[in-house]
Nanobody, 122 residues
Framework: QVQLVESGGGLVQAGASLRLSCAAS????????MGWFRQAPGKEREFVAAIRRSGWTYYADSEKGRFTISRDNAKNTVYLQMNSLKPEDTAVYYCAAATRLGFVVAGRIDYWGQGTQVTVSS
């Protein structure tokens, strides 16, 4: 069992940066591919980024260059650094875990966090 707790969300102005964190419980964190998803009001949840335990990363095309995912296996934590934020980035951001990269990208998630709200004002 893995429990995920996100933090770091908030209200910022367009152009600002935020770093989200996701703390995972359990000793099996390093066995999972970790990902970030987001869900804007009235829209479906969408994939943002994923990272393998080796550190290899994969991003949704729309976020390449602005968002960076990273993980610290010693701290059981995964991060999402978000730069040059836009109002359209406003959403609830969710941390996710699955056993394979393809599963994360496809949304076939074993564990979800509760989400953290990010609001970007214009």
């Amino acid at each position: 069992q893995v429990q995920l707790v996100e933090s770091g969300g908030g209200l910022v102005q367009a152009g600002a940066s935020l770093r989200l964190s996701c703390a995972a419980s359990g000793r099996t964190f390093r066995n999972y591919v970790m990902g970030w998803f987001r869900q804007a009001p009235g829209k479906e949840r969408e994939f943002v980024a994923a990272i393998r335990r080796s550190g290899w990363t994969y991003y949704a095309d729309s976020e390449k260059g602005r968002f960076t995912i990273s993980r610290d296996n010693a701290k059981n934590t995964v991060y999402l650094q978000m730069n040059s934020l836009k109002p359209e980035d406003t959403a609830v951001y969710y941390c996710a875990a699955a056993t394979r990269l393809g599963f994360v990208v496809a949304g076939r998630i074993d564990y979800w966090g509760q989400g953290t709200q990010v609001t970007v004002s214009s």
